[in-house]
Structure formats: C-alpha cells, structure tokens
C-alpha cells in the first residue's frame, strides 16, 4: 500500500486521490462487496465517478493488479482475480450473529416499540392519522417562492446559524402572535426539523437517567419514546373529558417536565381549560419543572377562533411552546420551531447546531416568504374549510353507518377523531382493525397511545383513531359504510344497534 502511495499517488502528482480509490477497492474486494471474478468498472467510468483523470485510475488497476488483486489482460475487460477469498475479519463482520455493543441509549431504543409504518399493500381508504391531502399542499406559491429563494444572491455557500433564518423567525414572530395569542421575541425561535426534533431536544437537554417526566396517558407515543430513550422515568397522568387532569400531577422530586397538548389533547381531543391550564403553571412555578406544549394541530379548530396557546398566560418563563408545519402544509417538510423561555436560548442553540447544524436554508426563506406574503395564513384557511367538510361528512358517516351507541369525541378541532365502540372489548381492537383492513379499509387502534392500557382510568368498550385530513367525502362515506359491516360482523349476537336518524355524535370538544 505504501508502495502505491509512492507509486499512484506519486505518478499523479501527489493528490492523494489515487490512494483513495486504491484503497476503497481493495477494501472492497477484501470483504466481499466486489465479488471474485466480478468485471471491475472500466477505466473511464470510475474516472467519472470520483472526478480523478483515467491515469490515475490505469495506476490504480496496475497497482492492484501487481499485488493480485485483480486481473488484466491486453484486449480483455479487468476482472477480480477469481481465487480472491473475503478476508475472514470482514466475513465474521458481515454475518455477526451476537448482539453488538451499544450505549445505554441504543439498548434503550433497539427495545422500543414504535408504531408501524405502513408498509405492503395500501388500504383502499385508509384513515391514516398524520397524513394530509396532497392535492392541500400550495404547491404554486411554494414553487414560486422556492425559485425566488434559489435565486437569491449569496457570496458563498456555508453553514447557517443553528436556530435558523431570522426573516423566518420573524415572520413565525408575527404569525404566533396573530394566530396564536402569542407573543415573544424572534430570537426565542428555533427552527427545527418538525416537532419530533423539537421534543427530541427537550428530552436530551432537560432529562437525565433517574428524573421522571409527566406525560399524558393516553397520549403522544413519539414524545413519550423520545423522553423514555433517556432513560428518565415516565409518570402518567390520566387524561379525561377536559384533557390533562392536572389534580393528579405527580409531586415525585424527581420530576423535569411534563408534556402535554392543551389545544386538542392527543389522541382524546380535549381542550384544556383555563382552570387546569393555570394549575398546571402553578404547579411547574412549584416543582420548577418545564412544561412542553405541543401545539401540534392548533391551527384546525372549527366553529370557534382557535384558542390562545398556554405560553401565551405563562408568567414565569416554563412553557416550551413547540409549532409544526406538518399538519398544515406537509409532514414531509420535515419543518418546525421552538419558542422558549428565554434561559433556554443558548443551550437549545448548541444542542441544535452539534445535532445537524441547521434546517434547510432554501425551505425555511420560501415559508418565511410565504407568511410575509399572506399566502400562508390565506392557505391555512383554505385548508380548514376542507378539512371542516370532512370533519363534518365523517360525523355523518359513523351517525349513518355505526351501531348507535359508537360514539365520537375530540370532533370540535384537529385532524382527528376517537371512536368509541363501547358494545366490543377493549381487547377487539386488534379485530376490528384486521376487519376493517380486509374490506380495503385502514383504521388504528387506540390501546397502544396509552401506557397503562388496563388502568380504570380507561373507558371500557374498542377505541380507533381515525385521521381524515387525506380524504375525499366520499371515501369517508364508503370508509364508514364498510367500518360499520366490520363492526356488526364483531357484535354479540342481538347487539345491533344500527342508528335510523342521521346527525353528528360528536361529544367532546
Ligand atoms: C401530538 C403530535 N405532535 C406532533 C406531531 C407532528 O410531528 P412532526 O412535526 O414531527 O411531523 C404529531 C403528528 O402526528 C402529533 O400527533
């Protein structure tokens, strides 16, 4: 090998680049990956891929040919050679059967169980929580505001500031402060990659092994992962018509924070109201803890202007506010923000920029264009008429379609409902959804958002998630139509109740 460095890199001036490129094909042809006897890639095709002249290649393949590794003959396309063996480290390597080390963290995360993604055959209709119409996305004015970004004149190329593009921050500032009743500084925004970075940061900055965290049950699973990979203690607290019950607020001294989505509690729908929202502050002002407000859907509230977020009563600097673009524009974007008390600012800062720098520079200056323009929030209304029909046509549908005593909660904001079938098991769940799924119909259960799954708190009878934000009307009809077959085909003998009237059967907000 020191041979080639003197030999090809030597011959092509001393780039170093030659000894790379020997040095990944032998590695290659050492364990395997190009096999024995393989063609090896032409000199101008390789010359191509790593931008190095073919001489520098021709040194490489004579290097290699005089140690063995590979073949040539004059007239003849360059093989591997055929009696090269792998080396046996790297076949032990590739067929490692015992469990490799990890950190605390890997072993923690290896174990999780997270939700599937879906994977296989799609359902026909399928009532995916968390995905959103496609024909809903702006794609014109993205376009055009992405190009005008593209287009912008910069001097360089180079790493952003970690808490991302101020014009954005500023404009999310002003955004906040209309929509959301919030106000705070620009410079208390992060931009971060959707909420799941947002609340991954929380966990890795607030939380050490041995501190627990308060978390709503049923609640978010992805928050509840990322808080549980830290190896803090998760303490439930048990979710009820009006969202978080903040009388059972753990007071364990080893308590950080407590995460919860007062907007439209996740999954059960509830808005947290003023009472418990002030109780809940007084009690992180006591327990100094933090207090993670995921205001995930908070722009989708129906019938009534969408409530003011809780960092906005916040007085005493506790409430990580956290906002994301996934529900209202795509949650592929993968685009969300921070707003923090202010003593948080530079660690979040840091711990952005060691995780992955920053968000994409042109995306975040095409929303920020987005918003100061207007087309946003004009958008975002366009978006909630839709989703209101929807909303309205799936109420429909269950009060159409499903025994009478099915009943949704959570109708009055979001992108969402819970549906209670109280006349089957809790433990049908699993059987509705296979039920469901062979009529070409997805439906999730609602079990697994919940910790304690058995605990009283629980109200008896199957509970789905339904999520019709990517839906036409009418699939929704016929989505209901082939959920209630499902269902009777699951009903005790003499337990049908299909309903006469039509209406809605929305009961919590
Ligand atoms: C409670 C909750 N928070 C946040 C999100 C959005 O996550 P992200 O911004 O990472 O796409 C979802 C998405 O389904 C959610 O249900």
Same mark, same amino acid.
């Given at each position: 090998?020191?041979?080639?460095?003197?030999?090809?890199?030597?011959?092509?001036?001393?780039?170093?680049?030659?000894?790379?490129?020997?040095?990944? *094909?032998?590695?290659?042809?050492?364990?395997?990956?190009?096999?024995? #006897?393989?063609?090896?890639? &032409? =000199?101008?095709?390789?010359?191509a891929e790593f931008g190095v002249s073919r001489t520098t290649v021709t040194a490489v393949y004579e290097q290699l040919a005089a140690e063995g590794f590979i073949v040539t003959a004059a007239g003849r396309v360059a093989r591997v050679a055929s009696q090269l063996v792998p080396a046996a480290a790297h076949r032990v390597g590739r067929r490692e059967t015992s469990a490799p080390k990890l950190s605390a963290f890997g072993h923690r995360v290896g174990k999780m169980l997270l939700s599937a993604l879906p994977a296989g055959e799609p359902c026909r209709i399928d009532f995916l929580? #968390?995905?959103?119409?496609?024909?809903?996305?702006?794609? *014109?004015?993205?376009?055009?505001?992405?190009?005008?970004?593209?287009?912008?004149?910069?001097? /360089? $190329?180079?790493?952003?500031?970690?808490?991302?593009?101020?014009?954005?921050?500023?404009?999310?500032?002003?955004?906040?402060?209309?929509?959301?009743?919030?106000?705070?500084?620009?410079?208390?925004?992060?931009?971060?990659?959707?909420?799941?970075?947002?609340?991954?940061?929380?966990?890795?900055?607030?939380?050490?092994?041995?501190?627990?965290? +308060?978390?709503?049950?049923?609640?978010? *699973?992805?928050?509840?992962?990322?808080?549980?990979?830290?190896?803090?203690?998760? !303490?439930?607290?048990?979710?009820?018509?009006?969202?978080?019950?903040? &009388?059972? *607020?753990?007071?364990?001294?080893?308590?950080?924070?407590?995460?919860?989505?007062?907007?439209?509690?996740?999954?059960?729908?509830?808005?947290?109201?003023?009472?418990?929202? @002030?109780?809940?502050?007084?009690?992180?002002?006591?327990?100094?803890?933090?207090?993670?407000?995921?205001?995930? %859907?908070?722009?989708?509230?129906?019938?009534? @202007?969408?409530?003011?977020?809780?960092?906005?009563?916040?007085?005493?600097?506790?409430?990580?506010?956290?906002?994301?673009?996934?529900?209202? !524009?795509?949650?592929?974007?993968?685009? #969300?923000?921070?707003?923090?008390?202010?003593?948080?600012? +530079?660690?979040?800062?840091?711990?952005?920029?060691? =995780? %992955?720098?920053?968000?994409?520079?042109?995306?975040?200056?095409?929303?920020?264009?987005?918003?100061?323009?207007?087309?946003?929030?004009?958008?975002?209304?366009?978006?909630?008429?839709?989703?209101?029909?929807? /909303?309205?046509?799936?109420?429909?549908?269950?009060?159409?379609?499903?025994?009478?005593?099915?009943?949704?909660?959570?109708?009055?904001?979001?992108?969402?409902?819970?549906?209670?079938?109280?006349?089957?098991?809790?433990?049908?769940?699993?059987?509705?959804?296979?039920?469901?799924?062979?009529?070409?119909?997805?439906?999730?259960?609602?079990?697994?958002?919940?910790?304690?799954?058995?605990?009283?708190?629980?109200?008896?009878?199957?509970? $789905?998630?339904?999520?019709?934000?990517?839906?036409?009307?009418?699939?929704?009809?016929?989505?209901?139509?082939?959920?209630?077959?499902?269902?009777?085909?699951?009903?005790?003998? #003499?337990?049908? =109740?299909?309903?006469?009237?039509?209406?809605?059967?929305?009961?919590?907000?």
């Open positions: 090998m020191g041979q080639l460095h003197e030999g090809a890199a030597g011959r092509t001036g001393g780039t170093g680049a030659g000894r790379r490129l020997y040095e990944l *094909l032998r590695r290659q042809m050492s364990d395997g990956t190009l096999a024995a #006897g393989s063609r090896v890639a &032409s =000199t101008r095709a390789l010359a929580y #968390g995905a959103v119409a496609s024909r809903d996305f702006p794609t *014109l004015p993205w376009r055009r505001a992405y190009q005008a970004a593209l287009a912008l004149h910069q001097p /360089r $190329l180079y790493y952003a500031p970690p808490e991302g593009d101020g014009a954005l921050r500023r404009a999310l500032q002003g955004y906040l402060a209309r929509a959301r009743g919030l106000s705070c500084d620009a410079g208390q925004v992060i931009i971060v990659h959707g909420s799941q970075q947002a609340i991954d940061l929380c966990a890795r900055v607030l939380l050490d092994p041995g501190d627990s965290f +308060a978390f709503e049950d049923p609640g978010y *699973l992805m928050a509840r992962r990322c808080f549980e990979a830290t190896g803090a203690t998760l !303490l439930p607290v048990p979710v009820d018509e009006s969202g978080l019950d903040t &009388s059972r *607020l753990p007071d364990e001294p080893t308590v950080r924070l407590a995460y919860t989505t007062p907007s439209h509690q996740f999954p059960l729908g509830a808005m947290l109201p003023i009472a418990r929202r @002030r109780e809940l502050l007084q009690w992180a002002a006591r327990r100094r803890a933090w207090i993670i407000e995921d205001d995930y %859907d908070g722009e989708f509230r129906y019938g009534q @202007r969408p409530i003011d977020a809780l960092q906005a009563i916040d007085t005493e600097g506790r409430v990580i506010y956290v906002g994301t673009f996934s529900k209202a !524009l795509s949650p592929q974007l993968r685009l #969300g923000y921070l707003v923090l008390p202010p003593a948080l600012v +530079a660690v979040f800062r840091q711990a952005k920029r060691l =995780t %992955d720098r920053h968000a994409p520079v042109l995306e975040q200056l095409a929303l920020a264009s987005l918003i100061d323009s207007g087309a946003y929030e004009r958008h975002v209304r366009r978006v909630r008429r839709e989703n209101e029909r929807r /909303r309205m046509a799936l109420l429909q549908a269950i009060a159409r379609h499903l025994p009478a005593d099915a009943h949704a909660v959570g109708t009055a904001a979001g992108l969402h409902v819970v549906l209670w079938l109280p006349s089957l098991r809790q433990g049908d769940e699993a059987a509705v959804v296979a039920a469901a799924r062979e009529r070409g119909v997805g439906v999730y259960a609602l079990s697994p958002l919940y910790a304690r799954p058995s605990s009283r708190d629980r109200p008896p009878g199957a509970g $789905l998630i339904l999520g019709y934000a990517s839906l036409g009307v009418e699939q929704i009809h016929q989505g209901m139509r082939s959920l209630g077959a499902a269902v009777a085909a699951l009903q005790p003998a #003499g337990h049908i =109740t299909p309903r006469r009237r039509q209406g809605t059967t929305g009961r919590g907000g």
